[in-house]
DNA sequence: ATCTTTATGATACGAAAGTATCATTAACGG
DNA sequence: CCGTTAATGATACTTTCGTATCATAAAGAT
């Protein structure tokens, strides 16, 4: 056999590529040339590895959802080196604040979900199965770890997981949605995600902060901040709680 | 001068067209043919009223936020006029209500919203200029609501109403999209909301259910109901928390 | 060494969409 | 009464996009 190329690594550099150029010019509006040309190749490469655009279109969604996947188990990772075996709450609030655009990276991850998900409400091809099956997985993932902080006692009893979980999740979608459009600040959306992380744990710290740490911020966002109540609600929420 | 036609009608009966087809077809995939088709008129005269097809995203957008407010204003005179001259909770609870795509009306909105959405976050032409407005306005309004209800004492006074209407606008537009995803019924979205007005205005009945009333499903959906938590959930929360 | 298969490149084709052009009908003012 | 202008219709043009076709270089097997 010929050159002997890594099949997989190509299809992920041409995917990827896509993912690129669909974050800044849109999904719809990427063409397999400008794929081609962002990743370096030919036309007739990203055909040979992809037959169909949906194919390609389809294969980059994967890709993304393995992506997300990946990063939020890497925040759990880190979480449970630097401290206790991860708790509820830990997981949780990974799981939460990696739905927020507060890097590059992730606000790359939002803007493209956003435009599977707009893309897949019309167009019957693409099924967004593995979007929503990440999704539906997720939602019992928070309702098991919102059980689990309840027989231990973290969480109050009366609390129902599956609606909590539901919501959590409904939530930051929604906030990330609100942070892309503008309308909030990547602050205040954490702030009202840590205020409802204390309301399910309320033996909690409201967050770990890591305003003073390795930067988090440096979007391309002006970061309007409409009402100035972003890190000062949390202060309140954080003295009111504890 | 000639044949008289009122021209705002026929701009909103095209708009309204793209409208509807954008609905199901999808908003990038809806050229101007299938408008004029779909309006019953000739493709010539779609230029006609909307010079470029830019013109006519944005003058179908505005109609579309017009509308949608529109019967958010409705829904909060209904109340008005069956009750008492419309609580904080109930104006709250018709526009976080409204953003639910619990009838085909709503759905379409939602759908179309979600795709201008989307759209807007990579095409610089599409300004989302009325979207992100309106967004922006209701946030407001919600917050006022809740210092409003404050000062009445129908609220708890620690909590932050900045926060807590940003907390439930992207509350009520997450679990749009999780309805729109099939990741949840729509009962169970109004559940979540339900709950949180409780958490808000503790001294409110958990809702007006209408389960028995004038058909609020009937939906293309066919409503998932992944966990049966659905009404049990609002059940229990009301029981437990009257 | 040659032949087969993998891998890559250049170009062509057909469809669709947005836009522009030409043409025609109808109504009100002077 | 007629011409100017709003209003509408039919068609052509240009570009772009996805896809298909033709062609070739390279590497291992026999």
Redesign the pocket.
Known sequence: ?????D?EE?RRQIADALLRTAAERGLH??????VAAEAG?????????F????ELLLAAMQYLAAGFAERGLARIRRMKETGSPASPRDVIAAILTEALPADDERRTFTVLYTAYFALSLTDPALAIAPLVKNSGAVIDVVAAQLRAAQAAGQTPAHLDPDLEALSLLALSAGLGTSVLGGQSSVEQAQAVIDYHLYRLFPASRPALRRQSGAGVAKMGQPAPSRNAFTTASLRVRGTVTL
């Open positions: 056999m010929p050159k002997r190329v099949h190509r509006a990427t063409g397999m040339r400008e190749v030919s036309l007739r490469l990203v055909q040979y590895y037959g169909t655009k949906e």
